[in-house]
């Protein structure tokens, strides 16, 4: 059985007692970055051994995941952060298992998205999740005049390398939309802002932006 068990996207409490029980009981956890991973099975006194599976291997380890499911372990699938195979390659796992009748379950829980468009104020109803937008500024405003006139709303994650840059494209190629950006989500320095992109430009240029996040408009 593989098991997609979510894991909390920053305070340790946000875990179920579900997903607690099935990482104690699999044979191996297949984790994005095991160091990551340990500092969740540490706190929980999980001792099932972990191994990596990630972008750079994933297309090897998945094979060799695969033979063992066929053999009959239990693994369980974890990202570094909320549930697996959102904005991360556990995605290829899960359909390379798919693909082989190999049984699954998921263990549902925590996704940075789902929390900071709930905590953002802006429409639930009906929104899109397009994942990171592009590393370079100009595929990056490309993919960005797709939003023009968009009436739902829009999520986005983003690196806090590239925040800046980024609000600065949605300001000149989305006209300086109201934007919400929420980082740290969970955590003790959590914070969810809301203001112009122009705005909110200024107010990260003068502080280093730390933590990963997530950026939510609606036109």
Do not use: W
């Not at 980082?183 to 705005?199: C, D, G, H, I, M």
């Amino acid at each position: 059985m593989l098991y997609i068990v979510s894991t909390p996207i920053g305070n340790l409490k946000d875990i179920t007692f579900r997903a607690v029980e099935t990482l104690k009981s699999v044979d191996l956890i297949a984790a994005e970055d095991t160091r990551h991973t340990q500092i969740l099975t540490r706190h929980y006194q999980i001792d099932t051994p972990l191994t990596s599976y990630f972008e750079h291997n994933q297309f090897k380890k998945g094979e060799y995941l695969l033979k063992l499911l066929k053999e009959g372990k239990d693994i369980a699938l974890v990202t570094d952060a909320g549930t697996p195979g959102i904005s991360d390659p556990g995605y290829q796992l899960i359909q390379l298992a798919r693909d082989n009748d190999i049984p699954m379950t998921v263990i549902p829980g925590p996704t940075a998205l789902i929390a900071a468009l709930t905590a953002s104020g802006l429409p639930c109803h009906n929104f899109i999740f397009e994942g990171f937008l592009p590393v370079k500024s100009v595929a990056r405003r490309k993919k960005l005049e797709q939003f023009k006139g968009e009436e739902r709303t829009v999520i986005f994650y983003e690196s806090p390398y590239r925040l800046t840059k980024t609000l600065k494209d949605i300001e000149e190629v989305l006209d300086n939309p109201v934007v919400v950006c929420a980082r740290e989500l969970t955590k003790k320095f959590e914070e969810v802002r809301k203001a112009s992109a122009r705005e909110l430009q200024e107010y990260f240029s003068k502080k280093t932006p730390r933590g990963e996040f997530v950026l939510l408009l609606n036109q």
